[in-house]
């Protein structure tokens, strides 16, 4: 079974800086390795709708940001670790929220599996 499980959210001040890791373990039913197109980062700030904040291709690298966290927020990979992680600079209360990593299997049409999330605060 594969697992997605976040870590480093937080407490911080506006201005201050996060870290967030993501790592995806286990096999899927078949039985083979791992396989992924993309990891990404998602977020759900109370009563809203959950939103993509940044993505990454496993092959090639290539990454995607919402305009909201451009310049301020980014994504990096680490593919010996099947893990992701998201910096954070320059944050503002309204990236409060919880944050997901989710990833896109090979195969699958959108990102299939996901984390439990991880909460990030930003006081005023």
């Known amino acids: 079974q594969v697992q997605v499980v976040e870590s480093g959210g937080g407490l911080v001040q506006a201005g201050g800086s996060l870290k967030l890791s993501c790592a995806a373990s286990?096999?899927?039913?078949?039985?083979?390795?791992?396989?992924?197109?993309?990891m990404g980062w998602f977020r759900q700030a109370p009563g809203k709708e959950r939103e993509f904040v940044s993505s990454i291709r496993w092959s090639g690298g290539s990454t995607y940001y919402a305009d909201s966290v451009k310049g301020r927020f980014t994504i990096s990979r680490d593919i010996a670790k099947n893990a992701v992680f998201l910096q954070m600079n320059n944050l503002k209360p309204e990236d409060t929220a919880v944050y997901y990593c989710?990833?896109?299997?090979?195969?699958?049409?959108?990102?299939?599996?996901w984390g439990q999330g991880t909460q990030v605060t930003v006081s005023s």
């Open positions: 286990g096999r899927p039913p078949s039985g083979r390795p791992l396989s992924m197109v993309a």
């Open positions: 989710a990833i896109q299997r090979v195969g699958a049409a959108a990102y299939d599996t």
